[in-house]
């Protein structure tokens, strides 16, 4: 079992930088897959980012070049800095833990309660 606590999100405005984070607890963090995905008022859940225990990263086209996705074991930690945010990127925020799939993408075992981001002037 493991519990993720998210946070570091906030109401930012178009061009800022927000940087979250999500604590990891309960079990053996470093052989986890993460990764944060997002939900937009009427929108689906996406993914954003994921880090796979072995560090390679991957990230949604809408936020290549803008979003990095790190994780420091020793902490049991996940980062996501968010840089050059725009209103599009409004969503709350969830943090993920599970496994990269051999065939592409991941399979989300737990999740955080999320943390809202809005991005507005």
């Known amino acids: 079992q493991v519990h993720l606590v998210e946070s570091g999100g906030g109401l930012v405005q178009p061009g800022w930088s927000l940087r979250l984070s999500c604590a990891a607890s309960?079990?053996?963090?470093?052989?986890?897959?993460m990764g944060w995905t997002r939900q937009a008022p009427g929108k689906q859940r996406e993914l954003v980012a994921g880090i796979t225990s072995g560090g390679s990263t991957n990230y949604a086209d809408s936020v290549k070049g803008r979003f990095t996705i790190s994780r420091d074991n020793a902490k049991n930690t996940v980062y996501l800095q968010m840089n050059s945010l725009k209103p599009e990127d409004t969503a709350v925020y969830y943090c993920?833990?599970?496994?990269?799939?051999?065939?592409?993408?991941?399979?989300?075992?737990?999740w955080g309660q999320g943390t809202q981001v809005t991005v507005s002037s």
């Open positions: 309960g079990s053996i963090f470093s052989i986890y897959a």
């Open positions: 993920n833990a599970g496994y990269n799939r051999n065939s592409g993408g991941y399979s989300w075992l737990y």
